[in-house]
Nanobody, 125 residues
Framework: QVQLAESGGGLVQAGGSLRLSCVAS????????MGWFRQAPGNEREFVAF????????TYADSVLGRFTISRDGAKNAVYLQMNNLKPEDTARYYC??????????????????WGRGTQVTVSS
């Protein structure tokens, strides 16, 4: 099995920055496809960002494009999310995701087999 552990969430003022981290452990192979989703109370889980492998292609939700940057450390099976110019609407629980499938449907929550427990990001106005 694969376990994902997120860290880096917290409280920040609008316009500020946070950096989220996630490391996959357990029965993994090097450089798993990994990304981030988020969920605010009462909402569906929303795609945020994805990178197939370290140095590989990246995909972002329109709502975060230009503000968030995803990066990978393939050797560590780690994924990071640098969040700049945070807005109150970014407030959500952020989940690290991973999958064995190199061709995973990256924007669909149901496509991912492995989810972290989430880390809360709260942006105040």
């Amino acid at each position: 099995q694969v376990q994902l552990a997120e860290s880096g969430g917290g409280l920040v003022q609008a316009g500020g920055s946070l950096r989220l981290s996630c490391v996959a452990s357990g029965r993994t192979f090097s450089d798993l496809p990994m990304g981030w989703f988020r969920q605010a109370p009462g909402n569906e889980r929303e795609f945020v960002a994805f990178q197939r492998r370290a140095g590989g292609s990246t995909t972002y939700a329109d709502s975060v494009l230009g503000r968030f940057t995803i990066s990978r450390d393939g050797a560590k099976n780690a994924v990071y999310l640098q969040m700049n110019n945070l807005k109150p609407e970014d407030t959500a629980r952020y989940y690290c995701v991973a999958d064995w499938d190199l061709n995973v449907q990256i924007r669909k929550a149901a496509a991912y087999d492995y989810w972290g427990r989430g880390t809360q990001v709260t942006v105040s106005s």
